[in-house]
T-cell receptor, first 114, second 118 residues
Framework: KQEVTQIPAALSVPEGENLVLNCSFT??????LQWFRQDPGKGLTSLLL?????REQTSGRLNASLDKSSGRSTLYIAASQPGDSATYLC?????????????FGTGTRLTIIP | DTGVSQDPRHKITKRGQNVTFRCDPI?????LYWYRQTLGQGPEFLTY????????KSRLLSDRFSAERPKGSFSTLEIQRTEQGDSAMYLC????????????????FGSGTRLTVV
């Protein structure tokens, strides 16, 4: 059974700092990995999608890496801003005999201190 | 198309009542998924449709839960005889048909329906 772990569960950093969020998964047979952002009481906003054949993806101040063999992904946020405060979730997509599933971690709750 | 729409945004119901939620996916997406999220946890898979066919159901989806996607467009999730443990955020997502060798183009989620059972 695929398990996804995110460490730390919560993180507070001063505005302007660079930071890294970690995601690990137990089964390396994934097709892709997606990072999401979730504001309190809201739905999920997709940030970055990395296919299993890719090593990283970038969007603005965000950079996500994927090391499929070691079961790890990181989300790097540069020059953090108070608006980055949210919960960040990683999820891996697997497909097994036609059954498709996105399995989520429990998230990292990020607070950027002005 | 403005994305995945879910209705209602919030629902408060008494224990034992039935509730129904609706999800309208992005129009060209043929895959539709339902997830449930409780406080402090990541979303958990409930079920998914490819067009109108329900292809997988989680063990989390008890007999009191039923989902449909008539004509492969919008979907409904019904919970019968609600229990306090059903209180959660119910999230819907859709994904396009994969082409060109790529297996999945990623999910787009709606804003969710927050259910409170009192």
């Amino acid at each position: 059974k695929q398990e996804v772990t995110q460490i730390p569960a919560a993180l507070s950093v001063p505005e302007g700092e660079n930071l890294v969020l970690n995601c690990s998964f137990t089964d390396s047979a994934i097709y892709n990995l997606q990072w999401f952002r979730q504001d309190p009481g809201k739905g999920l906003t997709s940030l970055l999608l990395i296919q299993s054949s890719q090593r990283e993806q970038t969007s603005g101040r965000l950079n996500a890496s994927l090391d499929k063999s070691s079961g790890r992904s990181t989300l790097y946020i540069a020059a953090s801003q108070p608006g980055d405060s949210a919960t960040y979730l990683c999820a891996v997509f697997i497909s097994n005999f036609g059954n498709e599933k996105l399995t989520f971690g429990t998230g990292t709750r990020l607070t950027i201190i002005p | 198309d403005t994305g995945v729409s879910q209705d209602p945004r919030h629902k408060i119901t008494k224990r034992g009542q039935n509730v129904t939620f609706r999800c309208d996916p992005i129009s060209e997406h043929n895959r539709l998924y339902w997830y449930r999220q409780t406080l402090g946890q990541g979303p958990e898979f409930l079920t998914y449709f490819q067009n109108e066919a329900q292809l997988e159901k989680s063990r989390l989806l008890s007999d009191r839960f039923s989902a449909e996607r008539p004509k492969g467009s919008f979907s409904t999730l019904e919970i019968q005889r609600t229990e306090q443990g059903d209180s959660a955020m119910y999230l819907c997502a859709s994904s396009p048909r994969p082409t060109g060798g790529s297996f999945n183009y990623g999910y787009t989620f709606g804003s969710g329906t927050r259910l409170t059972v009192v």
